[in-house]
């Protein structure tokens, strides 16, 4: 089916939630930006593909945030609610004596540097229309600890962990040109969304990018983590690096 | 007549208002570049307020977060003689957080409110909280609520009609108040005997952590520059 290019509607929003309602806003920005590097590279045969993690100086959208968010010792400016071993509580004539591991529910907020100044190559555009996020140990239960109360039976509890992103910043040339909110945090069925021309990203060749990925994250036992993603395309000459 | 949507398609018309009565205020009013986006919790001074109830933690979060409509419960905190005693019958009582308390919107900064979400409660072992509402308060009068009961423990967003959207101006003092229902649905185990000792192999507080997340969802309009610089990549000039 041909592409309607007779939408042209400035959107005066920010974002779609429904793939559906996001593709002519997505094909008017593609044919964009099309034209824009057609006009830049004239007489090189361009194509055009899905956006991967290398193409913006990442090895993987889904890195294993788990790990950082476990590392309780990797972020100094989180805190902890005490609760050490050693000591005890004596509540209505029952002492409860805290053992090992006595973990305790850590707090964190910090701010991941996950692109650093990664220079696009030559003849390469890169179009960033949306993003994608998935939160562990949430909705999920992700491990379970068991307690021995030392009254003759254990006790299985879950553990449940948390991540948030109140917010992502994108710079290029080293200035700060996109503060992304993933409004996705606020429905657990919900993991995407999909940038209008007003939020969307066109990055050209030669340019600088920086990511940050600001995050919350609460844990005990277990981890807490988030997979990211931007969802877009790459514009560049044929044989680059597809024939 | 319908107070809000769930369907961002079908709120999109009002969502667009919003922004083009920013648009206005900018054009109108603004003498230097401007840039319109997204409402972030940092925008309204969500986040020192994290645990309300039963620690008193010394630092802020440095982050700013919806997260912060959390509530942490003085008794989960004791979990152990909770649970292992009975005694954390449900209560169902209310809690109230304030997540935005009396915050002073900056000069040349406008906020635009379309919509209200949470994104469920959760916790462990029978101690999650539910959210049940919302209340925004402006100059000190309460201007809007929103019931968030629906759904449970699940998400849930709401897209305002075009009387529930609110513009928010310069020097307006903000609060916003999150109201967390306890369940009621305690598990009690064995009783220990007065006297006993008990020990204790995990930590106290592993059990006790129940969060409910709520928060606005909007647009900001401010000078450009200030938390970001406009680009619009889509006309032929540089950053």
Redesign the interface.
Known sequence: MAIDMTYTPE????????YK?AIPEINW?ID??YQ?AK?SMPGKELIIRELIPEDIGMGEWKKNWNTYFNDLSNNP?G?T?P?PPGTS?V???????????????N?H???FNVVNNYQVPRDTYILIYGLDIIRYG??NIIGN?V???????N?T????E?A?I??I?VY??G???????P?V??????DSMYFT????????PG?TVSIDL???Y?N??GPAGIDFSFKGVVIEPKGKTLI | MVVYFTSHSEALPVIRKVYKTLEQIAKSTFKVPYVIRDLTPADLGAGNNFFPEGTSPSTSLPINSWSLASYFSTEDFQYTSSIAMGLAQPTGNIFVNTVVNNYAIPSDTYIGIYGIAKNGSFGAYNTVYLIEKMKLYVGGSLVRTWDLSENGYEGLIKFFTPDQAIILTPGTNVTVEVYFKDPGSYTSFSTPVSGTTVDVNVGVNNIALSFGIAGLLGFVLEPAGRTIFPYDPFKDRDV
């Open positions: 959107p005066e929003f920010t974002y779609f939630l429904d309602d920005m964009r930006a824009i006009k400016i805190y609610i609760a509580t509540i209505n004539g029952i002492t409860y004596n805290i053992t090992y591991p006595a973990q305790l529910i707090v907020a910090t701010v949430r909705t600890i307690t021995n109360y030392n009254l003759g039976g006790v509890m879950p553990l449940y948390y948030d109140p917010y910043d290029l040339n200035n700060r040109v996109r503060r992304y909110y409004v945090i606020a429905d657990f069925k919900r021309r007003k939020n969307a990203l066109l990055i050209r340019y600001a995050v919350i609460i005990n036992q």
